[in-house]
């Protein structure tokens, strides 16, 4: 899904009332979007009370209208104005004056009437409707003070389109931002919604359709896109009633050494539940019993002797994984270029196998093969020769430089995972939560996308996919256990919840 500024979201607008739609059924729809998304909050609170805050802008329109919609749907919502009635103006006055008599509404209350509404209202959710995609510079009085007791409530937070604060082309905080347990954007993600910078303030985005044209939107041009379920559904393998375990590929992990005897298992479990048709786990003879004992019954456990590998070998399997837990040891390390280098199947290379090409990364720009890279944010610092912090501050240049220059796809973990190619564009998972911030978890994504891999995928569509959906089960396995008790194991149980969302 296209990921637009502000000035081309702005054209959509404008380009899409001259053709006919009005400004007020733009944000009636908005607003009706925003009261959805709290009602799924309100449930889960077994609570109706709702606080919605509401600037003089558009999003302040917004707020009112899903005050309107929460009301008429039997919940309770207080409106509090950051300006007084009579300062609104255009769509937001028009949809004011239906609100209900049974709203009520503050305007520019104190810090002290603010306390006293949120005792006597006891809200359960807070709607953010304060500023929107027009702020400029610093943000400025009572919107600060309104900011502030907004993010001290610690209650769940429905942002309208962008959180107050932040700025919609960078993400970057003017002085106060609202964090945001979901984001309520229209139309389409704004590009500042996905920049690390935002990371912890957007929460969950939710994309609500108001009825931008398809055709005007086909006419944005953007290299930055979210990924979302509508872009993975159509990257899937087909299944067909007649088709055979041959026909869902094979593939080879290559993993584990001694101390690390976990992650070779947990990639091949993952392939497994990923969907291809054979995985066979190549380990060190001297921890194949410990390895083998963890394996569900249909991966195919072989001890190897890792220097021996030839191109022989490798004429049974579709794909390979390599690098969990192999260590770093000088005779890995050769081993790894060995493979990659002698290997002419599509890979994707992990871990301690990423640490081994840091030590020649040039040798990339030689391999004729899909390759896909996934390294967490302490991996590419060793593949690029810049400090973590470097990393996380450029996440998007430094990945898309990356796989411009070797001709890789590169998957960049962490919030907002990157997913890029030679072509420079840029993909911005939108699954995934705090609780994926375990050991294992990358090695259930090395798992996922190798067997997409097997299953025939280009490398750039089985890193999208794989990408997505190991965060999608990661959402799933998050809500039924929670962030912090949730293990990779929990995740890979719940690859099957998550492909069932997508057929």
């Known amino acids: 899904m296209k990921a637009v500024t502000t000035a081309q979201i702005r054209e959509l607008d404008q380009r899409s009332i001259a053709a006919g739609t009005a400004g007020e059924e733009l944000m009636e729809r908005a607003g009706y979007a925003v009261a959805r998304a709290t009602i799924q909050f309100l449930k889960r609170q077994d609570s109706r009370s709702v606080l919605l805050f509401a600037g003089k802008g558009n999003n302040g329109g917004d707020a009112i209208v899903a005050a309107r919609h929460l009301a008429g749907a039997g919940c309770y919502p207080t ?20 609100l209900v008599s049974a709203i009520r509404v503050f305007e520019l209350p104190t810090l002290d009437e603010l306390s006293t509404i949120v005792a006597e209202t006891e809200p359960a959710v807070i709607v953010d409707g304060l500023l929107g995609t027009g702020l400029k510079g610093q943000v400025r009085e009572p919107y600060a003070t309104a900011i502030k007791v907004v993010n001290g409530l610690h209650l769940p937070v429905v942002a309208i389109d962008i959180p107050s604060g932040l700025g919609s082309d960078t993400g970057d905080v003017h002085g106060f931002g609202v964090r945001a347990d979901t984001t309520v954007t229209m139309a389409l993600p704004k590009i500042g919604l996905l920049k690390p910078a935002a990371a912890d303030f957007v929460g969950r985005i939710e994309v609500a359709n108001i009825g931008i044209p398809r055709e005007f939107v086909e006419e944005i041009s953007t290299d930055v896109e979210l990924l979302t379920a509508q872009d993975v559904k159509p990257l899937l393998p087909p299944r067909r009633r007649s088709a055979n375990k041959g026909d869902f590929g094979h593939l080879l992990v290559i993993a584990g050494s001694e101390g690390y005897t976990g992650a070779p298992a947990m990639v091949a479990h993952a392939a497994a539940r990923a969907g291809a048709g054979l995985v066979t786990l190549a380990v060190p003879r001297n921890i194949y019993p410990i390895v083998a004992a963890q394996c569900p019954p249909e991966v ?91 990393v996380q501050a450029d996440r998007w240049g430094l990945a898309r430089s990356f796989a411009q220059e070797y001709g890789v796809v590169m998957v960049l ?72 008790a949730m293990l990779t194991t929990d995740l890979i149980e719940h690859l099957g919840p998550a492909f069932a969302t997508l057929e």
């Not at 409106?79 to 239906?98: A, I, P």
């Not at 002698?342 to 030590?359: E, F, I, R, T, W």
């Not at 939560?433 to 891999?453: E, H, R």
């Open 79 to 98: 409106l509090v104005l950051l300006c007084r009635r009579n300062e609104l103006q255009g769509d937001s006055l028009l949809h004011f004056q239906k």
């Open 300 to 390: 195919m456990p072989q001890p190897v002797e890792f220097e021996q590998l030839s191109p022989s070998y490798f004429a049974r399997f579709d794909a390979v994984a390599i690098g969990p837990g192999l260590g770093q040891q000088a005779e890995t390390q050769k081993m790894v270029w060995k493979v990659v280098s002698s290997c002419p199947l599509p890979m994707v290379v992990d871990a301690d196998a990423l640490n081994a090409m840091a030590q020649g990364v040039a040798a990339l720009k030689k391999l004729q093969k899909p390759l896909v890279l996934t390294p967490h944010p302490g991996e590419m610092a060793r593949l690029t020769g810049k400090t973590v912090k470097e």
């Open 413 to 484: 973990k962490g919030a907002g995972t990157v997913v890029t190619e030679k072509s420079g564009g840029l993909w911005i998972n939108s699954t995934g939560n705090p609780g994926m911030a375990k050991g294992g978890m990358g090695d259930a994504l090395t798992g996922i996308i190798g067997a997409f891999l097997a299953q025939g995928m280009a490398a750039f569509d089985a890193a999208r996919a794989g990408v997505f959906l190991h965060g999608l089960a990661g959402d799933l396995a998050n809500e039924k256990l929670g962030a912090r």
